[in-house]
């Protein structure tokens, strides 16, 4: 039984997702109470992959306790991701030849260990967000008739 904790709101929005992967996260302990109270963001955030490892850059973790966090802390670090050598080659290929990017979708709980979920995404184009918006708008007024 998994729990999101936090949710990268404007991923599904931006990008179309092609593949979902499962990633750990190697995180500092008051990193990973501060995602337990979902004291984070993944907005703006991205996945690299340099030489065979994989690193989330720019997702913001705020400090669990200001008093008790290190001084030298940086909220927006570089964070190793935790995948098979398998599963990095694969993405690789995958990506290769195309304009796809890896992107943080949500983190979430998988017993007691936070994983992070990537997606292997394609940017939309202006016409396809509009398409989005007109199908959202389209099944909240049958929601709101139907009510």
Do not use: C
Not at 40 to 51: A, R
Not at 86 to 112: C, H, M, Q
């Amino acid at each position: 039984m998994s729990k999101t904790l936090i949710k990268n709101k404007k991923a599904t929005f931006n990008f179309e997702i092609l593949e979902r992967i499962e990633a750990g996260v190697v995180l500092f302990g008051f990193e990973v109470k501060s995602v337990r109270k979902g004291n984070g963001s993944l907005d703006g955030s991205y996945v690299t992959i340099v030489n065979g490892e994989v690193f989330l850059k720019n997702a913001f973790i705020g400090p669990y306790q200001e008093k008790n966090t290190p001084a030298s802390y940086e909220p927006r670090r570089l964070r190793k991701l935790l995948l098979k050598k398998v599963e990095i080659a694969r993405l690789l290929d995958k990506k290769k030849g195309e304009s796809l990017t890896f992107i943080p979708l949500s983190w979430y709980n998988k017993g007691r260990n936070i994983k992070l979920e990537v997606g292997l995404a394609r940017g939309k184009k202006k016409h396809d967000k509009r398409q989005t918006i007109k199908k959202r708008d389209q099944e909240r007024d049958m929601g709101r008739k139907f009510k």
